[in-house]
């Protein structure tokens, strides 16, 4: 072979070599240039996308009318748009010439805090889901009404209102008790704030919360905090365990137009909203017979710790000696998909109580004791209560969401009172335990969707009710009872439900709902077997709205009826008597709502009719007997006019009610037929002095029949009016407050009929509401949010 031969056989695998790797490279650069033409336009192509999303407040109600902004980075142009009923929002965005590298968000709401984030591109096709922050401050308005146009498959109810906490006052300034007034629906405490408040409504004697549902918001869940069967008030609700500083808002609604809210919400269903965090401040609250003391922290972002003592001995003559300890605690953790609220309550009280005392002299029979302060010094009251509840929202996709909540409580109460016959002890040891699982999917502005399954058991042990002797004048010795009865209950319940709202038009909104209570009544009767039973009842309860939205630009009003049959379970128990009694009572109610808004003022009248069920059920303390109530029938009617100026506002609402048994025709004791208040608040006033003030009247209450001269006339109580004012003033850059609670106030709460032994003429007998003034510190240890 010749060298040129040899040379050219070395060079094939080079050449070979050589083409190959060019080939590859030539191949390399291809698909190079097929991702780089893919891959540059990705932002550009994220243009042609639009961003979307749903606008939402802390309890997961969409915020309608939200301004939200997007703005393209480096070089794009500011969009914007705003939210639609369902809260809703979509953006389609402009290319440009400059590729896109990041997008500023920011969503502005009347009454929340700014929201802001910045968008990498490219980024997710998924819906986003924003969830805004209240902004509470001084100069919040006094009330936040729900809109009709803004209800929802969370929060149908149209009559529903939201109250600003930091613009509300004390039920009792200064003192302990329920937290706040609620204005339109009094509270009365009878004394010390150790004993669960009464409810009123218009027409609704609502003793200690039989039909008045009662909430606290943890996350998107409704944690029940009403006892059944309790052993001194069917439906006991107690809001005395909840320290005032870390209430963000109390929501309030007609209770039997919402499937998510079920046992005991007849005639009024009231909810309890947290703040996320506070900043550590203590406040020190005192007059000449009682000190309070308040503190709080944040240990992280969204969580806070409150500690409250409280000591005092009332204004009445008979000293209460009272001390009351609570710690509320509360964490909230965002894992992104998941949002996780933990809530946790402890409480202890203890107090002696004066007690119901005749109010007219002329009929003042009373055996024993002093008729101006009590009738038997014994009284008293010792409750304490621990509450742990947990809720995540799971955020399945912008539209989608599914919420896990569960809760675990214990309770006790041992209860001293004097009705007229002998001193009473009322006791009873409990455990609460609850699930709730619930689905929500806003499919579009024309449907969203919810579905749920609760489940709840309370079983009150040694439900007790037991009789000592009348009160000898000197002798403070409780000496021997007797048993009148003695019941371990358990009352569960399982509840499916689901509900669908959204637009049927432009100018007609719909809401629709059912849930079914299939309940489990188990009574162990201790001191007589031939009483105890156990049954199971099922309780439908379908629920609807329908309003009528016209545009802003006419001058019609927003309209709105609504229809709903809502129950509560029955105390079980049949002490002294021999039958089984009623194990639910059911109610059937209707209302119209018709508001409007002129200028910076609101105007919004509620009319409602509810029928309830005849019922055999709670124990009467003094014989031991079921009581015999119903079938009854209330109308009422609630105007409400709210105005907003720059340096506060104003808020008067006034009720008429009309409640009687159908049967006989009188009207149902202890319902309020009159109930009128005025608040407002102002700011800044002169010297840098901000005021709130509350004006409270409730009309005489008919009570039953039996008393002197005629025992076949209604028993007529007195009318009762309450001023309640804080003045505040703020120094060192408003890290010090220093203010005055007081009340003045005329009348008696709790007025009721009682006769006095060994009388059996009934008497009008409450508790005198007494005046009085405090001063309070408060010192903020950081800025920001103000407790």
């Not at 335990?433 to 399954?453: D, F, H, V, W």
């Not at 569960?492 to 038009?505: D, E, F, I």
Request: charged share 20%; proline share 6%.
């Amino acid at each position: 072979m010749s060298a040129a031969s040899s040379a050219r056989l070395k060079l094939l695998p080079v050449r070979s070599v050589c083409k190959k790797m060019v080939n590859q490279l030539a191949a390399l650069c291809f698909r190079s240039c097929w991702m780089a033409i893919l891959l540059i336009p990705l932002s550009a192509l994220a243009d042609d996308h639009a961003i979307s999303g749903s606008i939402v407040d802390l309890q997961g109600t969409p915020v309608t009318g939200a301004t939200v902004q997007l703005t393209p980075q480096p070089h794009g142009r500011k969009q914007q748009t705003t939210t639609d009923n369902a809260g809703k929002f979509s953006i389609k965005l402009d290319r440009g010439e400059t590729p896109i590298e990041t997008i500023d968000l920011i969503v502005k709401a009347a009454n929340f805090h700014l929201f802001s984030k910045t968008i990498q591109a490219p980024y997710s096709t998924s819906e986003l889901q924003i969830q805004l922050t209240p902004r509470i401050n001084r100069s919040d308005t006094v009330i936040v009404t729900t809109d009709i146009n803004q209800v929802d498959v969370l929060s149908p109810d149209p009559a529903e209102k939201v109250f600003v906490r930091q613009d509300l006052l004390d039920a009792n300034p200064g003192r302990p008790g329920a937290p706040v007034s609620i204005p339109g629906y009094p509270i009365e405490t009878a004394s010390s704030g150790i004993k669960a408040p009464q409810y009123f409504a218009p027409g609704v004697a609502g003793d200690h919360g039989e039909p008045v549902a009662q909430y606290i918001a943890v996350g998107t869940y409704l944690l029940p905090n009403n006892l059944s069967a309790n052993a001194h008030g069917n439906g006991y609700s107690d809001p005395n365990s909840l320290i005032p500083q870390i209430l963000e808002s109390v929501q309030v609604d007609g209770g039997a137009f919402n499937v998510r809210q079920g046992n005991h919400s007849l005639n009024l269903a009231a909810t309890y909203g947290l703040r996320s965090r506070v900043d550590p401040f203590l406040t020190l609250t005192g007059d000449y017979r009682d000190i309070d003391a308040v503190t709080g922290f944040s240990p992280t972002q969204n969580s806070f710790v409150a500690i409250e003592a409280s000591y005092g001995n009332g204004f009445l003559k008979r000293l209460e000696h009272r001390q009351q300890y609570k710690i509320n605690t509360q964490r909230i953790v965002d894992l992104g998909n998941h949002k996780i609220t933990a809530l946790g309550i402890g409480y202890y009280g203890f107090s002696y109580i004066p007690g119901l005392v005749p109010l007219f002299e002329e009929n003042n029979n009373a055996a024993a004791g002093d008729s101006t302060d009590t009738i038997d010094p014994r009284q008293k009251d010792q409750t304490h209560t621990g509450l742990v509840a947990l809720n995540d929202v799971w955020r399945l996709s912008g539209a989608q969401q599914l919420q896990l909540s569960g809760f675990f409580r214990t309770y006790n109460l041992a209860l001293n009172s004097n009705f007229g016959q002998g001193l009473i002890r009322q006791s009873e040891f409990r455990t609460v335990t609850g699930q709730s699982t619930s689905y929500q999917n806003r499919i579009a502005e024309q449907l969203a969707l919810l579905a749920g399954l609760d489940y709840q058991r309370e079983a009150p042990r040694r439900d007790n009710l037991d009789h000592y002797g009348p009160y000898i004048p000197g002798n403070f010795t409780y000496g021997p009872f007797t048993k009148v009865d003695s019941n371990n209950v358990t009352i569960s319940s399982v509840t499916p439900y689901a509900a669908g709202s959204g637009a049927l038009s432009r100018y007609i909104r719909y809401y629709a709902g059912w849930r079914r209570d299939q309940i489990n009544v188990d009574n162990e009767d201790l001191l007589h077997a031939a009483n105890s039973f156990q049954k199971w009842v099922g309780v439908n309860s379908p629920k609807a709205t329908v309003s009528f939205i016209p545009k802003e630009t006419w001058f019609l009003p927003v309209v709105s009826a609504s229809a709903g049959q809502a129950f509560y379970t029955e105390d079980p128990r049949i002490g002294t008597g021999s039958t089984i009694g009623s194990p639910v009572a059911t109610a059937h109610s209707y209302q119209l709502v018709i508001s409007k808004t002129l200028r910076k003022t609101d105007l919004k009248v509620t009319l409602g009719h509810v029928t309830t069920s005849q019922e055999l059920a709670k124990i009467d303390p003094d014989t031991g007997l079921q009581e015999d109530q119903g079938p009854g029938r209330l109308r009422f009617l609630t105007a409400a006019v709210r105005h907003n100026f720059s340096q506060g506002s104003i808020l008067a609402t006034f009720s008429k009610a009309d409640a009687r048994d159908v049967d006989s025709g009188q009207p149902t004791a202890e319902a309020p037929r009159t109930i009128f208040d005025l608040l407002g608040n102002m700011q800044p006033l002169p010297f840098h002095l901000q005021a709130r003030g509350e004006f409270e009247f409730v009309g005489k209450k008919p009570l039953g029949t039996g008393c002197n001269p005629d025992p076949a006339a209604q028993c007529i109580g007195t009318s009762v009016r309450e001023f309640r004012a804080a003045l505040v003033r703020p120094f060192l850059s408003t890290r010090l407050d220093v203010g005055a609670n007081m009340l003045i106030a005329s009348g008696y709460t709790g007025q009721t009929i009682e006769s006095f032994y060994p009388s059996e003429i009934q008497q009008v007998v409450g508790v005198r509401i007494p005046s009085y003034a405090s001063l309070n510190l408060t010192y903020r240890f950081g800025r920001g949010t103000r407790p």
